[in-house]
């Protein structure tokens, strides 16, 4: 469908950009449909509570093109600064990632492979324990297209799909009608797990409430009745949930004809981490003797994802990697950003629309602060303020075309409303490896 454009009467300039993308969150749903009046938006239709505060809150900054320790510069003079910083550095760091295009992380990691440096997503502080467990178990897995047209019986395990993912539920889980679920919600049975009673409990048929720091165990509970092994009752002590119901409801998913489990952060960041992640993806693995059960994360960002297969497909590691020797090394703990920082080892850092002045832990964001550093971000963020060189960039999805992967690792073409004067994350990187190459043949 092309754009369509409306020449109003006055003097200003209207359009419509259908099948636009939301890049707000992981659901990542690509049938926007945006009014734009002077580089405005003005409507966004079918997007949800926050993909239209994502929208409606996007405008143009008059900010310079970019700032060297705070003064104005232009983006030759820049680029020019980050070039100097990063073919200088002994140990530098390219982390974020998350929230550009598929084309601008392929070029992050490009340059950190020629500068022989570290490269660490956002998933390193969200989903990495997930990332770690794939490795490890595997993943059963699927499109949220099959959960939408099949799944008949749904678990939400750690996450609030509600408040996070509005859309999630009418669009691609618990409301809309499949080609084997005509009736909808009325054709499916959904579970939330978790801690505490948020607003996803009021829409599902099942809610276990368990303790606190209990994940693990109780995983291990439903797996052992998945395979019919005697699993001891003091489970209810450590969990909460009695193993009568445990045992119920695992029959129960036994007799769907399709289930589908979706876990959220209150799973990998609690106690046990990418211990629960194997658990749970056990757990649909173990189901897969009886009826078709698939595990998915719920993702945050809008291209995490992507961050996750452009790193994976470049490096063969999701996070977390090391190209100081000339090949990938994979060690969370070691090589993630902010375990990396607040042990004060990297001497440059390279952020990419992220922001980890503002979610790090204290000696990380302390170090980060001492060290020479570039930013590409829209906004002038914590980090950006902290910033030897901090780069104004467009903003991927409303200014800037490109590719993005939605949480079950669709590709979605972007479909920009309108264009920025300022340079996309691309653009810059793309100089940035121009500049270090130039150098580096130079010298050779």
Known sequence: MSIAEVEPQTETSLKVIPDATCTFCG?????????????????????????KAWFFNHHIEDRPQALIKGQPATYEEGI?????IL?????????????????????????????????????SVCHGPSGMAFQTVGET?????????????????????????????????LMPKGDFLPKGRKDRTAMLVDVRKTKSAKAVDIFLQIKPRSDFE???????????????PRVEEKTGIPLDKLDDIVKQMKQAHYGAILFGMGLTMTRGKHINSEGLLGLAR????????????????GNVTGADNVVTWSTGYPF??????????????????????????????MIIASDPMSNFSQPAREHLAKINSIVLDPKLSDTAKVATVAFTTATYGINVPGTVYRMDDIPIPLRPAFESPYWSDLKILTAIEKGIREKQLAVN
């Open 80 to 84: 020019a600064r980050a070039v100097e």
């Open 320 to 349: 977390g990697v090391n190209l100081s020797r000339g090949y990938p090394r994979f060690n969370p703990g070691e090589y993630t950003t902010s375990d990396l920082l607040a042990r004060g080892e990297a001497d440059a850092a």
């Open 141 to 173: 897995t699927c499109s949220l297209g099959e959960i939408k047209n099949r799944a008949d019986f749904l678990i939400f395990w750690g996450g609030n799909p509600a408040e996070s993912h509005p859309r999630h539920f009418t669009k691609y889980s």
């Open 286 to 301: 173990d189901m897969n003797q009886h009826t078709r059960w698939v595990a998915k994360p719920m993702r945050g960002h």
């Open 218 to 232: 109780l995983l291990w509970a439903m797996r052992g009745l998945a395979k019919g092994i005697d699993v001891d």
């Open 27 to 51: 659901c990542v749903c690509d049938d926007i449909e945006l009014t734009v009046e002077d580089q405005q938006i003005k409507q966004a239709k079918n997007a949800c509570v926050l993909g």
């Open 87 to 123: 073919l200088n550095a002994k140990y530098p760091v390219t982390y974020g990632l998350s929230d550009t295009t598929c084309e601008a992380q392929r070029k992050a990691v490009a340059i950190t492979d020629w500068i022989g440096g570290n490269i660490d997503t956002t998933t």
